[in-house]
Structures are given as C-alpha cells and as structure tokens.
C-alpha cells in the first residue's frame, strides 16, 4: 500500500448513488488517483474493478457515499477486506510505507512478510489485511487467489532484479542511464506492485544511495 493522492471532486459534480460513483467521470477520477491499481494488494492494470469503501458502509452507513472514502480495489481484495476491517490506515492521508514494509522472497512456495517499521492507530489492522491479502488461505479459493497474487508479485520484483542487475552490469554510459530510467520508472507509487520494489530500494544502502532522489 502507498500513499496516494485524492483529487477533488470536479465543481457540480456529486455523488449521491452507488451507479454516481460507477460512472464517467467520477470512475475514472478514482481509477486514475488509484493509478489504475487497487489501492490494498498493488496490482495494476486488474481485469477485476470495484469501487472500494475503505470504511465500509455497513460499519459507517454515513461515508457510503464519502469521496474521500471512494479508492480503486480488485475483486479479491473487495472481497477479503469486505466490512472485516474499517480502522485501516487512510492511505490518502498517511503515507502507509512509512509504517509498514512488504518483502517477498524468491520462491512460490513463500510468503508474503509484512512488517511492522511504525506505530500509529490502523497499522495493525492494516497489517492484518495485507497479511491475509497475500497469505491467507482460509478457504480454498482464498488459498489459490493468494498463490496467483503472489506468482504475479514475484514476477514483478524478479524482472526488477534483472533490472538492477543490468544496470550494475551495464559499462556503457548511455545505457547505464537507460537502466537508471527504468529503475526510477518502476519504484513509482503509480508503478505495479509498487512497495515491494521500493523496500528493495530502501533496505539496501548502496541502492538507497542511487535511488532515493526518485523514491
Ligand atoms: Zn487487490
């Protein structure tokens, strides 16, 4: 999760109906702030869109409707977080990353490890829904849809390891500097599975030192 910026509605536009927010233009506001990811596992470009109350409406029936409340998710995490976790961290507000850090190992058969780098109200739960995000396996359909997920986290970070090693490989300047775009590309918040690659970035002193400028 990364912290994202929530743009203000467009002057007259109002949401007063769940079909208000399904629709142009006010969809497309929350997919493009979202940066057409869902705003809890990361995952860019999902075929699976939902309209996500990060306080759900049955726990506050007044944010139903909230724009501030209104984030991009994909059907597995609708689904998981359901009306389960209402305290989470308000990732337009906060920056989550500062609080909570991802790392997975190579390998299918590993977890996802969420960690604990900061104390603030909503991190644990925070932590909670992230862990079952990625990890949990309640229910056989949970179990697969966690195993797809991390399959399509950690093709992500092996091509950014090549990445990173293409460019601490790479003698040629110009493309050296290639590599260095595309590094900087790919630790965007906007970027697929974004705090994964960015906690490589920053649990590695001689990457946080050639990095941190586009963190
Ligand atoms: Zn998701």
Redesign the pocket.
């Known amino acids: 999760m990364v912290k994202l910026h929530k743009s203000p509605l467009p002057v007259g536009v109002t949401i007063k109906s769940g079909l208000d927010y399904r629709k142009e233009p006010v969809f497309s506001i929350i997919k493009d702030d979202c940066n057409n ?7 860019k470009g ?1 075929t699976s869109m939902h309209v996500e109350h990060r306080v759900s409406q049955s726990f506050d029936p007044s944010r139903k409707y909230d724009w501030n409340n209104l984030l991009l ?6 689904r ?1 977080k359901g009306s389960r976790y209402n305290t989470i961290l308000d990732c337009t507000r906060v920056d989550p990353e500062a609080y909570i850090s991802l790392r997975i190992a190579i390998g299918l058969y590993e977890r996802v490890t969420v960690i604990k780098i900061g104390e603030r109200d909503g991190v644990d739960e925070t932590i909670r829904l992230l862990d079952t ?1 990625y990890n949990g396996e309640s229910t056989a359909i949970l179990k697969y849809e966690c195993k797809n ?1 991390r399959a399509h986290v950690l093709a992500e970070v092996q091509t950014f390891q090549q990445l990173l090693d293409g460019y601490f490989e790479e003698n040629d300047t110009a493309l050296k500097e290639a590599f260095q775009r595309k590094i900087s590309e790919s630790i965007s918040r906007a970027s697929n599975f974004a705090s994964f690659k960015r906690g490589i970035i920053k649990n590695n002193d001689t990457l946080f030192a050639l990095f941190k400028d586009t963190l």
């Open positions: 990811k869902c705003y809890i596992c990361e995952e999902t998710s994909c059907g597995h995490c609708n998981v995000v997920l």
